[in-house]
């Protein structure tokens, strides 16, 4: 099956500094990818829908200015946590939707995940 | 709107037994799918099974089967013959034409299966 290899897998950093996290499809090209945030016991919360070559779109109370997205080709997109803080500290994952495959019946792959922690 | 309610914090079965997960969606779409993902302590998604609004049988995929009864809006999860390292959480999910096809996750679902 088609996957996505997400990194770091886990980041520990100072608050104040900015995180780099990335999103690669390896086998299949992604026009969309989807970024999601998860506090420990609860479900994914979607952060940014990103498509290739375009601004990604933000859910509503999702600071742009501090998620910053960028889906620069069709098989990577990175998400950047600027200035970070401990409140910023969560387990973040992405998914990828296939190019060629139908937007409704296509699961979306997702990758490893990423648990950030900010101290 | 969209909205996917998962109403089982946490379920016990006991190994071998079968068990079902609960979940219920609501949208105004008649064009949606609706999809299991279990995910293990080690944090990744795993996809387990698919079901689309306009299927007309119910999704099978191995041991996992999804019970879906489009009148009430629900799209159970049954796993037969449970094994301990399906103990995870369960997450059904949902997408459709709103808001650009993005999929909203229910809250889950902890199995625990006992030996």
């Known amino acids: 099956g088609a996957v996505v290899s997400q990194h770091p897998s886990r980041v520990i950093c100072k608050s104040g500094t900015s995180v780099k996290i990335e999103c690669r499809s390896l086998?299949?090209?992604?026009?969309?990818m989807f970024w999601y945030r998860q506090f420990p016991k609860k479900s994914l919360m979607l952060m940014a829908t990103s498509n290739e070559g375009s601004k990604a779109t933000y859910e509503q109370g999702v600071e742009k200015d501090k998620f910053l997205i960028n889906h620069a080709s069709l098989t990577l997109s990175t998400l950047t946590v600027t200035s970070a803080h401990p409140e910023d500290s969560s387990f973040y994952i992405c998914s990828a939707r296939a190019l060629d495959r139908g937007v409704m019946n296509t699961e979306a792959f997702f990758g490893q995940g990423t648990r950030l922690t900010v101290v | 709107a969209q909205k996917i309610t998962q109403t089982q914090p946490g379920m016990f079965v006991q190994e071998k037994e079968a068990v079902t997960l609960d979940c219920t969606y609501d949208?105004?779409?008649?064009?949606?799918?609706l999809f299991w993902y279990k995910q293990p302590s080690s944090g990744e998604m795993i996809f387990l099974i698919y079901q689309g609004s306009y299927d007309q049988q119910n999704a099978t995929e191995g041991r996992y089967s999804l019970n879906f009864q489009k009148a009430r809006k629900s799209a159970n999860l049954v796993i037969s013959a449970s094994q301990l390292g399906d103990s995870a959480m369960y997450f059904c999910?949902?997408?459709?034409?709103?808001?650009?096809?993005?999929?909203?996750f229910g809250a889950g679902t902890r199995l625990f299966v006992k030996a």
């Open positions: 949208t105004s779409d008649p064009s949606y799918g």
């Open positions: 999910a949902m997408r459709d034409g709103t808001g650009g096809f993005k999929t909203i």
């Open positions: 086998d299949f090209q992604a026009t969309t």
